[in-house]
């Protein structure tokens, strides 16, 4: 039952860490990934295969894909390891260690395009273009999505990401029909889900029920849609609520709230996996995730990262 079930996609290992300037072991990376699968979560994006110039943090990717225990969880049919790629250098990255899923992503405005990626949104879009491409040809695991455009394909491509769907912080404001434009590209690439990035945390309930929407009357299904909110200003729990009350079904989050973006200036982290689970659990819809271990692997994240628990929800079960 859709209406009694969500999708969790956790994204701490990526977005939670990518931001974090202390270099942190690899091992203590393998390790929380190990914890956010036993906790239930089916959905992990593991690293980024991007350049070591731009996010320094997460240039250990290939010792992280390689170790045994990553492989191992990458041949779980039961499990998804996305990894985030810019190019097709990523991509090639990302498959030479047997990566199922690749997510890539595109700003719908220029200023965030610029600083996070050196290009334009179009430049953006012909990138990530030529790695759903790549990727759809080859071969890896054959899934039979029967997606609006494209009826199947082989390596899914999770076009998992559009940035700054509320505001830039560069550009300002972010207009509607730029974040349908790349949303529709996207799509039309063979993206099975296409995740809303509100990358500055600025959104609240309101934009997030004008946005969805006017995606929705120009002919975007919510079910192609997922929510990334970052927890900048305290809105995130209350954006994914709005998000659900409006048919989406897929949600990123990272656990102990960690995250950001080096090249957004000021946001925070994204909302934390413990307070997405407890919210959607006390409504009676279904996560996989049991929350006193997620709680648990909070606690011990924040510890290895010695900064305070970010999470409402693990902050108040650890008191407890
Ligand atoms: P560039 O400098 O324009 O391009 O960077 P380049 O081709 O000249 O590459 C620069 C250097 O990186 C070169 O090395 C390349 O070889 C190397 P050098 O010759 O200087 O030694 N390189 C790579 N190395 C490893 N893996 C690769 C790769 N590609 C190039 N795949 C580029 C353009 C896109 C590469 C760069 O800007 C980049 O890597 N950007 C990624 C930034 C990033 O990861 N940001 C965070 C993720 S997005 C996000 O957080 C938002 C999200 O969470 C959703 C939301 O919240 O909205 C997803
Ligand atoms: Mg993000």
């Known amino acids: 039952d859709t209406n009694r079930s969500v999708r969790i996609v956790e994204v701490g290992p990526r977005d939670g860490l990518q931001n974090i300037p202390k270099a ?25 295969a991007v350049s070591p110039k731009a996010i320094p943090q997460l240039a250990d990717n290939q010792t992280l894909l390689s170790h045994s ?6 041949g779980q049919p039961s499990t998804r390891m996305p990894v985030l790629v810019p190019n097709v250098r990523g991509l090639e990255l990302a498959m030479k260690h047997g990566v199922k899923e690749v997510a890539v992503f595109v700003s719908a405005t220029e200023g965030f395009s610029k600083a996070n990626t050196n ?10 273009g030529e790695v759903a491409v790549l990727a759809i040809k080859s071969g890896v695991q054959v899934r039979g999505y029967v997606a609006l455009y494209v009826c199947q394909y082989v390596l899914r491509v999770n076009c998992r990401y559009i940035s700054c769907i509320f505001e830039d912080p560069f550009d300002g404001p972010t207009p509607e029909a730029a974040v349908l434009h790349v949303v529709r590209k996207q799509l039309e690439m063979g993206c099975y889900e296409v995740s809303l990035g509100d990358t500055l945390g600025a959104g609240t309930a309101a ?19 997922a929510g990334h909110f970052h927890d900048t200003y305290g809105q995130a729990v209350s954006n994914a609520w709005m998000a659900f009350q409006l048919g989406v079904r897929a949600f990123d989050s990272s656990v102990g709230g960690l995250g950001g973006c080096p090249y957004a200036p000021g946001a925070k982290g994204n909302v934390a996996t413990e307070d997405l689970v407890y919210l959607f659990e006390r409504a009676g819809i279904s996560t996989g995730v049991n929350l006193q271990k997620l709680a648990e692997t909070g606690q011990w994240i924040s510890q290895q990262l010695g900064k305070p628990n970010d999470s409402r929800v693990g902050a108040a079960l650890a008191r407890k």
């Open 207 to 225: 934009d997030v029920k004008r946005l969805f929407t006017y995606l929705y009357d120009n002919g975007i299904p919510a079910e192609r849609l």
């Open 119 to 128: 290009c334009t949104v179009e430049e953006g879009l012909r990138r990530a």
């Open 24 to 48: 942190i072991p690899t091992a203590v990376k393998i390790e929380l990934i190990e914890r956010l699968r036993a906790t239930g979560l089916r959905e992990i994006e593991v690293t980024s």
């Open 69 to 74: 225990s990553i492989q191992a969880l990458i």
